[in-house]
């Protein structure tokens, strides 16, 4: 108790909130002038590439060179580029290029893909956070990257992400346990069901690639995963801590994982576990598009905030089955999702840290990824409104 009353003491020492810019962001959510106008899916999309390209284009040391920021927080400013997120951040910006036609987000794409090759780890692995050359390589991160790296090998013939990609896979097979489950190199040391994600693409580098092991070791996690999931749809182990409860982000996480490995695969156990999560998710959802940052078990509501950034993928989520399984049910669940977080996207022209940005949550300090503008919230928003757009997988659905 006397922990917890010390952490909400030292809360406003953190944030800074009296800060004139953060007081700014805090009165306009306590007033309800955060909404913002809701215009074409072109406008808010252009807005949140254009402050990715702000965020790759910061420069916090020499580590970051090429990346992209994490994001902007009230705590530090802009932050050190995020390896993780950078490398899924690669197939936003090549998918925007087609769609915007901006040539130069192929360039971008490009130097991140230059500087995630540069940081790999001789065993395949690649750093887990940011801002520090020598952290852990964690599972779910690599996985990430790996995307990227698939995204360079298919839209720039680039060989080495090829191998790259390879490499980080047979290393995440080496940490991988007998059931399918990752409980070595694993953020706080606990497995996550939401490594679903980071199967994905292993089983996308094994097709690709014709490795056999690959395949069969993600194939071998999305069925642990399976086991994880409670009859409400639910599931279990998907918190970033082993005592704590998923955030929509996490859900979403898991979700994502399955669902592709379900299509890649063809495989109809993974695509009904998918789809009855899904279902479920958006029986949650109010009629303005929001949901509740946090979940337990039957779905029971466990916050008073949305997590824009869960928000977001499950619109991709509801998308992807309206567009690949016929479901098109989902097609209103996803569109009053996006339309719920163009209305808390600020567009000013300014090109600051906050024009086009999309907070982690809804109001600002919702307990994920508080007092922040997270970088992988504004790729993910970018996502569901392209794969809109487009009726397109991204990154892409290719085998070979």
Known sequence: MANTLQKLIALPFRY?????????????????????????????????????????????????????????????????SYPETSGYIVETFLAAEKILKQQELAQRAQRIIDWELSIQNPDGSFPGHFGESGSKPVIFNTGQIMHGMLAGYLNF???????????????????????????????????????????WALLRTGLIANEKALVDAAEKNIRWALTQQTPSGWYKTNAFTADGLPFTHNIAYAIRGVM????????????????????????????????TGRYADNWQPQANYCCLTGLAQMSIIWLRLSQACGLK???????????FIKS?????????????????????????????????????????????????????????
Request: proline share 4%; glycine share 8%; net charge negative.
């Open 16 to 80: 800074k909130p009296w800060r004139p810019e953060h007081l700014s962001i805090i009165v306009d959510d306590l007033k309800g002038l955060s909404k913002q106008p809701v215009n074409s899916d072109e406008v808010h999309l252009k807005a949140a590439i254009d402050w990715l390209c702000r965020a790759q284009d910061q420069r916090t040391g020499q580590l970051d060179q090429g990346g992209v920021s994490a994001g902007w927080s009230f705590e530090d400013g802009w932050l050190p």
């Open 157 to 199: 013939q680039r060989n080495e992400c090829l191998e790259s990609a390879i490499n980080a896979g047979r290393w995440m097979i080496s940490k991988q346990d007998d059931d399918g489950c990752w409980r070595q190199s694993v953020h706080n040391d606990t497995p996550h069901t939401y490594n679903t994600r980071a199967a």
């Open 260 to 291: 592709e490995s379900g299509l890649l695969l063809e495989n109809q156990e993974m695509l009904d576990a998918a789809i009855k999560a899904a279902k479920a998710q958006a029986v949650q959802q109010r009629q303005d598009g929001w949901l």
């Open 329 to 339: 049910e989902f097609e209103q669940n996803a569109e009053s999702g996006i339309k």
């Open 344 to 400: 808390n996207q600020r567009i000013t022209g300014n090109m600051d840290h906050r024009d086009g940005a999309i907070a982690g949550s809804a109001p600002i300090w919702g307990r994920y990824s508080m007092f922040e503008y997270p970088n992988w919230a504004a790729k993910f928003f970018a996502d569901a409104l392209m794969t809109r757009i487009s009726g397109e997988s991204i990154p892409e659905t290719a085998r070979s």
